[in-house]
């Protein structure tokens, strides 16, 4: 079990009257992050994750993976630092390279430092010289890691960072044909974890800019700190990247899904990343399989991307208030906390044995590990609570005076979005077990069984 009195969470106190240098825009969940002591600012642009936001960032991570794996995922690690002869062999070198850090080695070999870029798994086939027959494919490798880009601007926290944490995986196919099947498929994965984080997405076709191929979406969140810019349909929902819609002042596009003309301009965050590669890295590269003749054929490519902490990050930014954080169920460090009576109160003798009968029975609901026991007995209950509140725990128990009825003893319950319910013992275990419920239902997607045949058709549309 987990005791508040023992989390390391630095909370950031500003004195009442200091200057705040602002050095970086803040967002809300960026401020809300830093000051609760979830995140520690490093230098500029860069973030020290700290215990609780860990838990939900461990959270994410296996979420990703289970989605992976169901899509026929295998989990590699590629190193950080790749050479960057490697990376002259298909021209990314001779653009802007502005935004890559390199790092030399004390012969002088230069490497590049894993930039945002579907090259890695091409890497690990050319690097090595693999060879391949087409009985292995598809191929479909993930890896997840942190990643490095040099931003002129940092901005939003760990929104816009230079050094972040993301999943990339890789697939490997023997055809145009086969590359578009698994391509469905992957997207069906990222459609599904989308929609268990419970967060309002959109999903866009996308311009494919430079990492060609041909099939390109983003998936967005829309907040008003977002960086691309989507039109988005009153009537439908639909929303596109104003680069594709290719919008012209003097002539409005009208909606490709319901041809309603009342298109809106939004701000995404862009969260998540799916392309149809070809054989644009393969070919330069000799990332060849074996075909049924036995002669070497270019790898038809796809590259997936999710940025981990940028996820979390911009999901945050949508749901929390400028004094509240709200997590998706599935990300909330803990699903309970527990607050007990403060030492020295008249109610402390009798309330505390309710206290233990609660760690008890909520731990075996919900799982120990999920509850957050405020054992900081000095502080008062209303200041452990508004601290509580500001952390976004789903449900916050309060064992106080009124737990110190003998007859019918209540307690009350916080939900993260205001709601105060008082309740006994057993409407309060109740609502621990629904709450352990549906996160069960969203681990299962049981809330896709019956849309599941509307699957296809969800494409562009708001989910
Ligand atoms: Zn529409």
């Not at 990643?147 to 697939?171: H, N, Q, V, W």
Request: with cysteine.
């Amino acid at each position: 079990m987990n005791k508040a009195s023992r989390l390391f969470c630095p909370a950031l106190i500003t004195p009442k009257n200091a200057v705040v240098k602002q050095t970086e825009q803040l967002s809300r969940s960026q401020k809300l992050l830093t000051e609760l002591g979830l995140v520690k600012s490093g230098s500029n642009g860069t973030y020290q994750i700290m215990p609780m936001a860990q838990r939900s960032v461990d959270k994410f991570v296996d979420l990703v993976q289970s989605n992976m794996q169901l899509a026929g995922g295998q989990k590699i690690t590629l190193p950080i630092l790749t050479p960057t002869n490697l990376w002259k062999k298909t021209g990314r070198l001779d653009g802007d390279i502005s935004e890559f850090y390199m790092v030399r080695d004390r012969s002088n070999k230069q490497f590049l430092m894993s930039p945002v870029n579907p090259r890695g798994g091409s890497d690990c086939h050319a690097g090595h010289h693999i060879t391949i027959s087409y009985r292995q494919l598809p191929l479909r490798l993930y890896q997840i890691g942190p990643k490095f880009r040099d931003e002129l601007k940092t901005r939003f926290g760990l929104m816009r960072a230079k050094e972040f944490l993301m999943k990339d995986m890789y697939s490997f196919d023997v055809s145009n044909e086969r590359a578009g099947e698994t391509y469905a498929i992957v997207s069906a994965a990222y459609d599904r974890l989308f929609k268990q984080l419970d967060v309002p997405f959109v999903k866009v076709n996308a311009a494919t800019g430079m990492m060609g191929g041909s099939v390109s979406h983003e998936y967005h969140y829309i907040s008003p700190v977002g960086e691309d810019t989507l039109l988005q349909c009153s009537s439908c929902g639909f929303a596109g990247n104003s680069e594709v819609l290719d919008a012209k002042p003097e002539s409005p596009v009208s909606c490709p899904s319901c041809k309603g003309s009342d298109l809106k301009e939004v701000r995404g965050v862009e969260v998540a990343h799916t392309f149809v590669l070809g054989d644009k890295y393969s070919k330069p590269l000799g990332a060849t399989f074996l075909n049924t003749s036995g002669k070497p054929q270019s790898l038809v490519m796809g590259c997936y991307g999710i940025g981990i902490t940028r996820v979390i990050a911009a999901a945050l930014e949508v749901l929390s208030s400028e004094q509240e954080l709200h997590w998706p169920c599935l990300l909330a460090p803990y699903d309970v906390c527990l607050i007990g009576p403060k030492q020295g109160s008249k109610e402390q003798p009798a309330a505390e044995l309710i206290e233990n009968e609660l760690l008890l029975k909520v731990g075996e609901l919900c799982g120990h590990q999920e509850l957050l026991h405020d054992d900081r007995k000095e502080l008062t209950i209303g200041k452990r609570l508004l601290e509580a509140k500001r952390l976004g725990h789903p449900l916050t128990i309060i064992v106080g005076a009124k737990a110190a009825h003998q007859d019918s003893p209540q307690l009350e319950v916080h939900l993260s979005k205001g709601e105060i319910l008082e309740l006994d013992i057993n409407e309060a275990l109740k609502l621990v077990a629904e709450h352990s419920q549906h996160k069960k239902n969203l681990l299962n997607c049981s809330f896709l069984q019956d849309k599941e045949e509307n699957r296809s058709q969800s494409v562009g549309q708001q989910h």
